[in-house]
């Protein structure tokens, strides 16, 4: 649960500039770096990733451990709480020293892990915090990757994802302290019927006994009092509700309180938006109205800062996404941070979650220029991987379960889908995503081989969710043809499954400032008409009940042939000026406003 600040707990944020080595020879843990300050003359803004930020190549070519370090001051009065150090994110492993004491060791670089150091500090004195961050993918992670070594002994990452592989501390710092006895975790759902909204909650507490009660407090967005109710589980009704609606964003806050002996012993707020997410037939239903995905793939991704959390940055491509009318985007390909999602929930856009399983099919090495091989087998996408997936789902279902901007789980991108193995392995993915969030829809999101014919998995998922490239990857500049097939294949698809179909990329590299009269790949004029293409026939398939384009913004892909310093298919420039098609989406998405 996100730390936060009121009348029981406090939070210190701890970002900003770190002592940085980058460990080359693999020598840190074993000389155990933590036990005293980095031999280093290099800082570090913390979040960032590190890549892009020194002029050495070999740091940002680095495959293994960077040590990060600072000076922490415990503030003085927080004797007697638990005291606890969160990291956002490390990508991809990473491992908390304070002074000479592991604290914590985390793999899986998109979401959040925090130690209980209260055994290990002193309130009103400092401590050495070390961290080291490990960015190697391998067989067994969330994305998986290879590690491959040069004649000349370089270690070199390898991976089957179209993004570069940033690495460091993403996202935020904190030092926080709670009281012994606390309210560990909430969940809400809500509903409602008629005027009168509902929200169930229930609350987890940590050293608890029977002198312990536990109250829920529901305020409007006024901060006027709606509901109370009493008991670690139970139901707020709420009448004349103000429902959360895309584009029409409305919270309430749920405080939850526990009291021993008359005291407030521990506090919790935590805003709640009161709607229903529903899949039928074709539809996608949120508070009961169809609704229309318009939007984008995302990445973060920004100059010099890579996949660091930047608030102004994120101030700035919600505005875009506003301008362009987009109502929802996709965190492809990985959990994105927390403050984008809470943003989203306090200005109505809707989220579609998708975990970091991506780079799940091992015939795509033939497509990169390497052998294909079968993808469900020892070695390859096999136990280990599963164990590593089941990990991510269960953690992104526990970060995210309470935002409602989140309609609907994408627990993976292109996987190989038609291949023997894929039934057994998403099947019970499948299901524990369900079990952990009966609330939410499931999907996943095929790749353009996967036609209806040839996928074995689209039935175990609630939604169809695409990506496909016709007029670019195939029919390459020939917009007839991939008419044609784009809606030849969307009307099986509509034909076969009776559920709605949400296109979630489709897309042309631009270079921007390139144009042509003619139907040119990379020109500026063909990114907008390919967009046309597909939106005509989206018009005419009812069962597509949403249009999302690859990508909102170009981005850093790894070295290859096909990328030119990274994916052009951003409607928007990598520092986010717009190219021709961005003009075009916006007359379609926001047509009748201004
Ligand atoms: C895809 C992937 C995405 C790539 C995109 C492309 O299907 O999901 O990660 O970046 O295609 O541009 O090739």
Redesign the pocket.
């Known amino acids: 649960m996100k730390p936060q600040n009121n009348a029981t707990r406090e939070l210190v944020n701890l970002d900003g500039l770190f002592a940085f080595k980058v460990d080359f020879d693999r020598a840190g843990l074993g000389e155990k770096w933590y036990e005293k300050p980095l031999e280093t003359k290099l800082e570090i803004g913390v979040p960032a990733s590190y890549n892009d930020l020194f002029s050495d190549q070999a740091i940002r070519d680095h495959v293994g451990y960077v040590w990060y370090q600072r000076e922490v001051h415990v503030p003085r009065g927080w004797d007697g709480s638990r005291i606890f150090v969160r990291l956002d994110a490390a990508t991809h492993e990473g491992l908390v020293y304070v002074n000479d004491k592991q604290v914590a060791h985390h793999i899986g670089g998109y979401l959040p892990f925090e130690a209980d150091v209260t055994d290990h500090v002193r309130a009103g004195e400092s401590f050495r915090l070390t961290i080291a961050v490990n960015n190697e993918l391998t067989q067994a992670t969330i994305p998986p990757g290879s590690i491959e070594v040069t004649a000349d002994g370089r270690r070199q990452q390898k991976y089957l994802?179209?993004?570069y592989n940033y690495a460091g501390l993403h996202r935020s710092v904190w030092l926080f302290r709670v009281p012994a006895v606390r309210v560990e975790d909430v969940t809400v759902v809500t509903g409602f019927e008629a005027s009168t909204g509902s929200v169930d909650y229930a609350v987890e507490l940590t050293g608890a006994t029977s002198d312990h009660s536990v109250s829920a407090t529901l305020m409007d967005a006024a901060g006027t009092q709606v509901a109370t109710a009493e008991g670690a589980a139970g139901t707020l009704s709420i009448a004349d509700v103000v429902l959360w609606q895309p584009g029409a964003a409305y919270l309430y806050t749920l405080t939850v309180e526990v009291h021993a002996d008359g005291q407030l012993v521990d506090s919790y707020s935590l805003p709640v938006g009161v709607r229903t997410v529903e899949v039928r037939g074709h539809q996608f239903l949120i508070n009961n109205e169809p609704f229309h995905f318009t939007g984008f793939?995302m990445h973060e991704d920004h100059i010099t800062i890579g996949k660091g959390h930047n608030n102004a940055a994120m101030v700035n491509d919600f505005e875009l996404l506003d301008w362009i009318g987009a109502n929802s985007f996709r965190t492809?390909?990985y959990p994105y941070a927390e403050e984008v999602m809470d943003f989203a929930d306090r200005h109505g856009i809707v989220v579609i979650d998708e975990t970091p399983a991506?780079g799940l099919h091992l015939g795509f090495a033939a497509v990169l220029g390497g052998l294909p091989r079968k993808t469900y087998e020892e070695g390859g996408i096999d136990d280990a991987v599963s164990a590593s997936h089941r990990q991510v789902i269960t953690d992104l279902v526990k970060r995210d379960k309470n935002h409602p901007c989140v309609v609907l789980w994408s627990i993976a991108?292109?996987p190989n889908g038609a291949e023997e193995g894929a039934r057994e392995y998403f099947g019970p993915l499948v299901d524990l995503t369900r079990e952990l969030d009966p609330t939410r829809p499931v999907g996943y999101?095929n790749?353009?081989f996967d036609t209806p014919d040839k996928c074995i998995i689209a039935d175990l998922f609630d939604v169809i969710m695409l990506?496909r490239?016709y007029g670019w990857?195939l029919s390459t500049g020939d917009l007839k043809t991939a008419e044609q097939q784009l809606e030849g294949e969307l009307n099986a698809w509509a034909k076969l499954h009776n559920k709605p179909i949400i296109m979630t990329?489709y897309?042309a590299?631009t270079q921007p400032g390139l144009h042509s009269i003619y139907d040119q790949p990379w020109s500026e004029e063909y990114q907008a008409k390919f967009l046309d293409m597909y939106h005509a026939v989206f018009d005419r398939v009812e069962a597509v009940v949403g249009e999302q384009v690859?990508?909102f913004a170009d981005f850093q892909?790894s070295n290859g042939i096909m990328r030119v310093d990274g994916?052009k298919?951003g409607v928007f420039t990598r520092d986010r000026r717009p190219k021709a098609a961005a003009f075009a989406l916006r007359r379609r998405w926001r047509a009748g406003q201004n």
């Open positions: 994802h179209d993004f793939g492809s390909h991506v991108n292109e999101v790749v353009m990506n490239y990857y990329e897309g590299d690859w990508n892909t994916n298919k």
